[in-house]
């Protein structure tokens, strides 16, 4: 499986899918209209900064809130590659993985990376690089079947291509 690294966008904690796509955009599934108004209710310069490869960084309970699975298809829309949190919400986390967004659980990584931090992930090992700070960091890796699914850019994919 690959790595993702680039520059991070650092959130706290409870980061619910309201704020990820407010509920006034969700009349669209279209990714790249869903990936304009990604994260503007908590931060209004996110799609004008990101850039493809980026990573979000957040502390606990990420992707709370409703169900929508257009939360991580507008964050993946938007470019990111990864999402580092010290937890998920469930929810969210399978959202995540059936869509093909990379996700990685990492308590001390979450708490200590910080905004504009250059990071690298290394989905085999679990493995996370904060280039700026030289710091390492060992996140918790998945499974080969997951690598496969996100591997496959989602569930779908996975299921046509057997």
């Known amino acids: 499986m690959k790595k993702a ?19 006034r955009y969700l009349n669209s599934s279209d990714p790249a209209d869903l990936a304009t108004h990604c994260m ?12 493809k490869g980026d990573i979000i ?3 606990r309970n990420f992707g709370c809130g409703s169900s929508r699975e ?3 298809i507008a964050i993946k829309a938007a470019g990111v590659d990864c999402v580092i949190a010290e937890t998920f919400a469930r929810i969210f986390y399978r959202n995540s993985i059936n869509i093909g967004l ?18 690298e992930v290394d989905f085999d090992s679990g493995i996370i690089k904060n280039l700026t700070q030289n710091k390492e960091y060992k ?3 998945f499974p080969p079947f997951m690598q496969k699914i996100i591997a496959c850019e989602g569930l779908v994919n996975y299921i046509n291509q057997k």
């Not at 520059?7 to 796509?21: A, E, L, Q, S």
């Not at 503007?40 to 850039?51: L, R």
């Not at 990379?102 to 990071?119: R, T």
């Open 102 to 119: 990379p996700i990685i659980e990492c308590k001390d990584a979450a708490n200590e990376i910080q905004d504009g931090d250059q990071v």
């Open 5 to 23: 690294t680039g520059r991070v966008f650092k959130y706290g904690d409870n980061v619910d899918t309201d704020v990820i796509i407010p509920a």
């Open 70 to 72: 257009h939360a991580p």
């Open 57 to 59: 960084v957040a502390t």
């Open 139 to 141: 996140g918790q890796a």
């Open 40 to 51: 503007e209710d908590i931060d209004k310069e996110f799609v004008k900064k990101v850039q």
